[in-house]
C-alpha cells in the first residue's frame, strides 16, 4: 500500500468504518452564547466540516468552575445538551461523526469568565496571565482543589459524559492536554500536592485515572477517548519526567481499553511516541506538529499526517487546515489548493466572520 492510499483507507472505527483517515482536532472558537449555549451557528460550522469523518467537538466545559474563556460552549445544563443535540443532528444528516472534547480549566480560568474563583490542584496561578472579555488580565491565585472539590469535578465529568451520550455525541475525549486541569495535575511545576494526588508518579497520574475510570464506568470505555500532549509546554507547563511518566499513563490507560488515545504534537521520530503507540491496544489518533504560529504548509499537513500513518498512528488530527477548508478531504483527494487560514484573530472572536465564511471549491471563482 502507498502512503497516499493510506491516507485515504477505510478505518473501523467504533464499529463503523471511516471513509479516511483524518479527523477534526478539538478547536475552541467561543460562538457559544455567554451561558454556554451551543449556537446555529456552531451547528452550521461543524456540519460545513461533516466530510471530516469523526470532528472532535471543541473544548467544552464540564462545570462553570472550569470555563476558562468566555463564549466556550458547556455540557452541564438542559439548555446546552438541546443546543449540541441540533449540532449533532444536523452533522449526522451531513455524514459525520462526532466526540465532544471535556475540558476543566483548572488554573486557566477567571473570575470574568466563569463568575466563579478558579481551582487547581495546588495555589499556583497562570504566569502569563489570561484573556478575558475586559481584555488581557493577570491570573488569579487558584484555590487548592481540597478532596470535596476532587470529588465534585469527578462527579461534574460524569454528568457532563452523560450529557455528551444525550445529545447524540458518540462518546467524549476526557482532555489531559495543553496545561488544562488534568494536565496541571500530571506537571509536577503546577501539582505540589502532599496527599495521593500529588508527589510521584503514581500521584500525578492518579486524578486523571479517577477521572476516566469515572466517566467509562458511566458511558462505558468504548465511548471515551483521552487528549494527552507529553512535552507540551502550553499554559506554562514544565514537566520534569515527561519520558517516565507517560509510558506509566499510557499503560495505565491501555487497561481500559478506551476508545482511543490522542497525541497531540505527536513526532514520529520520538522513541516515545513509538513507545506510547506499542503500548496503546486500540485508536491512536495522532496530531501532527506543524508549527505553531507560523503559516501551515501549502499542503495542509498531508505529508506530516503520512508520515505519522506510516509510523504507527492510526488516525490523524488536524486543525487549523479543518478550521480554514469546510471542504478540506476533497481538496486533498483531488490536490486543489488550500484557503490559508486567514485572519487568526478572528479565531476566538465571535460571529461568522473567520468561521463559517471560508469558501469551498464550488464557491472559488477560478474553479467555477
Ligand atoms: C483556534 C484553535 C483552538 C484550539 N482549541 C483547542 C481545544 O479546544 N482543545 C484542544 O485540545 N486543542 C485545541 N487546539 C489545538 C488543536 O487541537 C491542535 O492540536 C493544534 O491546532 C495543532 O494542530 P494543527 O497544526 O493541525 O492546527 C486549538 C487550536 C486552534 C488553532
Do not use: C
Amino acid at each position: 500500500m502507498t502512503k497516499t492510499a493510506a491516507l485515504f483507507s477505510t478505518y473501523r472505527f467504533a464499529g463503523r468504518d471511516l471513509d479516511h483517515r483524518l479527523v477534526m482536532a478539538p478547536m475552541t472558537r467561543n460562538r457559544a452564547a455567554a451561558d454556554g449555549t451551543p449556537s446555529a451557528l456552531m451547528s452550521e460550522y461543524y456540519t460545513q466540516r461533516a466530510g471530516a469523518g469523526l470532528i472532535i467537538a471543541e473544548a467544552t466545559t464540564p462545570n462553570r468552575v472550569g470555563q476558562t474563556y468566555a463564549d466556550i460552549p458547556g455540557l452541564y445544563t438542559d439548555a446546552h445538551v438541546t443546543g449540541w443535540r441540533a449540532v449533532t443532528d444536523s452533522v449526522r444528516a451531513a455524514g459525520g461523526r462526532m466526540f465532544v472534547q471535556l475540558q476543566h480549566g483548572g488554573r486557566v480560568g477567571h473570575p470574568d469568565n466563569s463568575g466563579l474563583h478558579p481551582i487547581a490542584p495546588s495555589a499556583i496561578p497562570l504566569p502569563e496571565g489570561i484573556h478575558t472579555p475586559a481584555g488581557h488580565q493577570d491570573s488569579v491565585v487558584p484555590k487548592a482543589m481540597d478532596t470535596d472539590d476532587i470529588e465534585a469535578t469527578i462527579a461534574d465529568f460524569v454528568t457532563a459524559a452523560r450529557n455528551a451520550v444525550a445529545a447524540g455525541f458518540e462518546g467524549v475525549e476526557i482532555h489531559s492536554a495543553n496545561g488544562y486541569l488534568l494536565h496541571q495535575f500530571l506537571a509536577a511545576n503546577t501539582n505540589h500536592r502532599t496527599d495521593e494526588y500529588g508527589g510521584s508518579i503514581a500521584g500525578r497520574i492518579r486524578f486523571t485515572l479517577a477521572v476516566v475510570d469515572a466517566v467509562a464506568a458511566a458511558i462505558g470505555p468504548d465511548r471515551v477517548g483521552i487528549r494527552l500532549s507529553p512535552g507540551v509546554t502550553a499554559n506554562s507547563i514544565a514537566e520534569t519526567d515527561t519520558e517516565a511518566l507517560y509510558p506509566v499513563l499510557v499503560a495505565a490507560l491501555a487497561e481500559r481499553r478506551l476508545a482511543y488515545l490522542h497525541l497531540v504534537f505527536a513526532d514520529p521520530e520520538s522513541p516515545l511516541f513509538h513507545q506510547l503507540r506499542a503500548l496503546w491496544p486500540t485508536t491512536l489518533i495522532a496530531n501532527p506538529n506543524l508549527g505553531w504560529g507560523v503559516p501551515l504548509p501549502a499542503d495542509g499537513g498531508r505529508a506530516a499526517a503520512e508520515s505519522l500513518l506510516t509510523a504507527g498512528a492510526d488516525l490523524i488530527s488536524l486543525g487549523r487546515s479543518f478550521l480554514a477548508n469546510p471542504d478540506l478531504i476533497t481538496r486533498l483527494q483531488t490536490g486543489a489548493p488550500l484557503n490559508p487560514v486567514r485572519d487568526a484573530h478572528l479565531m476566538y472572536t465571535g460571529g461568522p466572520e473567520g468561521y463559517t465564511d471560508y469558501p469551498v471549491l464550488d464557491r472559488i471563482p477560478s474553479a467555477a
